[in-house]
């Protein structure tokens, strides 16, 4: 079971597969590309003065930057480096969560804890069920935070434990629509920096049309021309 108490999840790391230039993401929520109304929405909830615990369900398309804003978000509350959990939802069964229950137990060092637990809609029932008793009103300590990201929304994937889990997660989905602009301009700005550019702008707009938006897809098409 992939499951780091204490660091980050290596780039090694074959559950995220890191590139030189998927490492170029925003460290912020700020440098987030093309989400401009998630953000807004996740940056109301948690400047509210009572916020201090949540549970976020980002949903939407492979590539999009799901797991970017996660960890943005992570860094936006403040968590340090090794209070960021990072989970896979495949990996993730009830007795990862039992372990998981028990830390969550003892306050952070710093202002929150953040669990991300990616591919989300692979979770077991078991470990959903685990969830809900910790997301349970009262039950969630102070200065924890979970996040999920998947590509599918969180309302029937479960059984009967759907509905409970979606009402204890704030629903954040991210859109493909308006995106082909943003993430032309940011991968050409990427290719500049890296020395691999001397093409036209169509070629980078064709490369986001044919991978329909995944901006992943792109930067490792771009990683392969590094030396």
Not at 28 to 47: E, Q, S, Y
Request: glycine share 8%.
């Amino acid at each position: 079971v992939f499951f780091f108490l204490g660091r980050r999840r290596p780039p090694s790391s074959p559950l995220f597969p890191y590139t030189a230039l998927s490492r170029s993401g925003p460290a912020t929520l700020d440098g987030v590309i093309g989400h401009d109304k998630p953000i807004a929405t996740l940056r109301r909830m948690i400047g509210r003065k009572d916020f201090d615990r949540g549970a976020f369900w980002i949903s939407g398309a492979s590539g999009i930057g799901k797991t970017t804003i996660a960890e943005a978000l992570a860094v936006e509350l403040g968590a340090v480096p090794d209070e960021v959990i990072p989970l896979n939802g495949e990996s993730f069964d009830s007795a990862t969560a039992r372990r998981l229950g028990d830390m969550l137990q003892l306050f952070p060092r710093g202002p929150f804890r953040v669990v991300i637990i990616d591919e989300a809609h692979a979770m077991s029932k078991g470990a959903v069920q685990a969830l809900l008793t910790m997301l349970q009103e009262g039950r969630l300590k102070a200065r924890n935070v979970f996040i999920f990201t998947t590509t599918e929304e969180s309302r029937d994937l479960f059984g009967n434990f759907s509905r409970p889990l979606s009402g204890r997660c704030t629903q954040i989905h991210l859109s493909t629509q308006g995106l082909a602009k943003p993430f032309t301009d940011y991968i050409r700005k990427i290719a500049e920096e890296h020395g691999i550019n001397g093409r036209p702008e169509s070629y980078y707009r064709n490369l986001v049309k044919e991978t329909e938006n995944d901006l992943r897809a792109v930067l490792q098409a771009l990683d392969s021309q590094i030396e």
